[in-house]
């Protein structure tokens, strides 16, 4: 603030600036990747995230940090978007819900253990030593993702493999491989307009998820733009870094409830087989701790209780958000596989989004309510979320169980035997 000439207000419209291009830009990413594949989006995305970050730190103005600011959250939800597209490719759906929660963890707890190595840097080094170390982060990742990560898109993977395939062939597999291709060769992948995502947000199926786990994801960045400034406040008057060590509970409830989330989303889903939705409902259960732990976090503000009280609400709150984004996104990509990439694009876009107008609006009530008041409103509007999420997901389970009782009750065909038998000669993906 002191060397920029800035107040505490332009620094954080630094944050929304960067949320809200994130936002804008991811819409683009996701259809991007699916129609050019997905390591060449992100080696792009992360190179110009690199140049975007040195001019930051050499940054003298306000204005040039706010607009270079932009230009890094514009490229660099790419990897947000495309690294989840990547995962659905990869893995098959009895397991995606686990593989995203990993791919999650440093996505989701890197916001939260940022603030904890920045408030180091900053107060050893000064501001403009982050912008440095994600500098060298930047040109790390970019090397392993050229030397190390191959490309997921499948029909990248298919015209990769039928090169190596020799075209005269009896082995089963081979024939396989070529009807795979030329399969893949009729539905080439083709670029989506970007708006043409918004469809989804006239999904009833789909929509109340999407605005449960995005609502969360909102709060959670305008939490940690909160705490940061209310605990140099009185009574607590702490140093950076000794803020930054206040978000290490939180990212390790974020990490948790990421991996915990994967996980029991895909034993959910094993548990309710016969409706996608089954694989929510124990995650929906578990975000409850999200309004709970806004209560607590903002009535121990208001009434400037211990800092345990508003740390472990804090907490309780990152574990319920994660738990619920991590099966929220196996859910969105297992119902839309064939645009994974999209509807990833969709969800992260209307996060951010929501984040950064989130910060522009909600900090400035914090005047004119306070933390009690204004918390207690997030909750109550997270808790409604959630009902109506959980009733969507109870309407789709009974109606699946309708749709199986009804099928089940038609006499077996001989043509349905005939399927059964032909079946046994399709060859599993996985074999390539």
Request: proline share 5%.
């Amino acid at each position: 603030e002191h060397d920029l000439h800035a107040s505490t207000v332009l620094v954080d419209y630094t944050i929304s600036a960067y949320l809200i291009s994130a936002g804008l830009a991811g819409f683009l990413w996701g259809p991007l990747s699916d129609r050019f594949g997905r390591k060449i989006i992100l080696l792009v995305t992360f190179i110009l995230f690199l140049a975007f970050t040195i001019v930051c730190a050499l940054a003298r103005t306000i204005a040039v940090l706010l607009v270079f600011r932009s230009l890094q959250g514009a490229v660099i939800c790419a990897s947000f978007v495309v690294g989840q597209s990547a995962v659905v490719d990869i893995y098959p759906p009895e397991k995606i819900g686990f593989a995203m929660g990993l791919f999650l963890v440093p996505l989701l707890v890197g916001p939260i253990i940022g603030p904890f190595i920045g408030g180091i840097l900053s107060s050893v080094f000064g501001w403009r030593s982050t912008f440095i170390a994600l500098g060298i982060m930047t040109i790390t990742a970019t090397l392993m993702i050229f030397f190390f990560v191959p490309e997921t898109h499948p029909h990248l993977v298919f015209q990769r493999l039928s090169r190596k395939l020799p075209k005269n062939s009896d082995d089963k597999n081979t024939k396989a491989a070529f009807n795979v291709r030329e399969t893949d060769i009729i539905m080439k992948p083709r670029f989506i307009p970007p708006w043409r995502s918004l469809i989804f947000l006239f999904d009833m199926t789909l929509i109340p998820h999407i605005a449960l786990c995005n609502s969360n994801f909102s709060i959670l960045f305008l939490l940690f733009t909160v705490m940061s400034n209310r605990l140099t406040e009185k009574p607590y008057l702490l140093s950076p870094f000794s803020i930054g060590l206040c978000y290490i509970p939180t990212g390790i409830g974020s990490l948790t409830g990421s991996i915990c989330g994967g996980w029991v989303s895909d034993w959910s889903a094993k548990r309710f087989p016969r409706a996608i939705e089954g694989r929510l409902i124990f995650n929906l259960i578990g975000s409850f701790l999200c309004p709970f732990g806004l209560l607590l976090c903002g009535w121990s503000f208001h009434f400037n209780l211990h800092l345990a009280g508003p740390l472990i609400g804090s907490t309780l709150f990152c574990f319920g958000e994660t738990f619920m984004f991590t099966s929220t996104s196996a859910f969105a990509t297992i119902k839309k596989p064939t645009m994974a990439g999209t509807i990833l694009a969709l969800i992260s876009s209307i996060g951010f989004l929501s984040s950064g107008i989130g910060i522009i609006v909600i900090i400035p009530l914090f005047k004119i309510l306070k933390f009690g008041y204004l918390f207690s409103i997030l909750a109550a509007i997270i808790f409604l979320l959630i009902c109506i999420s959980g009733m969507v997901i109870i309407f789709q389970i009974r109606k699946s169980n309708l749709t199986t009782t009804h099928s089940n009750i038609l006499k077996t065909t001989p043509s349905s035997h005939a399927l059964i038998d032909q079946s046994k000669d399709i060859i599993p993906i996985q074999l390539f």
